[in-house]
Nanobody, 115 residues
Framework: VQLQASGGGLVQAGGSLRLSCAAS?????MGWFRQAPGKEREFVGQ????????YYADFVKGRFTISGDNAKNTVYLQMNSVKPEDTAVYYCATKPGPISPYDNWGQGTQVTVSS
């Protein structure tokens, strides 16, 4: 399954941005990760397609929301109340099962939050 992330850009602190990740086929779980300059990649959140269940990292709870469009095989990351520390390259990824590691990655999309 190929993944295509899009929607990144420049946004002011407190603003909103929506990222999209289009998959070429069905997946079990799709997640979002991010990597800031000089930092390790970190988990942002994920959605499990068949249940619609979502799970988020603590630092985005209440600000970011993940949703999916089954017909389009597309997952969205709605980012609200963004902060300068949200600046990073955001990646989407998939894994074949709930306890499997993420093994399929899309290219990243840059998000820059200005203060």
């Amino acid at each position: 399954v190929q993944l295509q992330a899009s929607g990144g850009g420049l946004v002011q602190a407190g603003g909103s941005l929506r990222l999209s990740c289009a998959a070429s086929g069905r997946t079990v779980t799709m997640g979002w990760f991010r990597q800031a300059p000089g930092k390790e990649r970190e988990f942002v959140g994920q959605i499990t397609w068949h249940s619609g269940n979502t799970y988020y990292a603590d630092f985005v709870k209440g600000r970011f929301t993940i949703s999916g469009d089954n017909a389009k095989n597309t997952v969205y990351l709605q980012m609200n109340s963004v902060k300068p520390e949200d600046t990073a390259v955001y990646y989407c990824a998939t894994k074949p099962g709930p306890i499997s590691p993420y093994d399929n990655w899309g290219q990243g999309t840059q998000v820059t939050v200005s203060s």
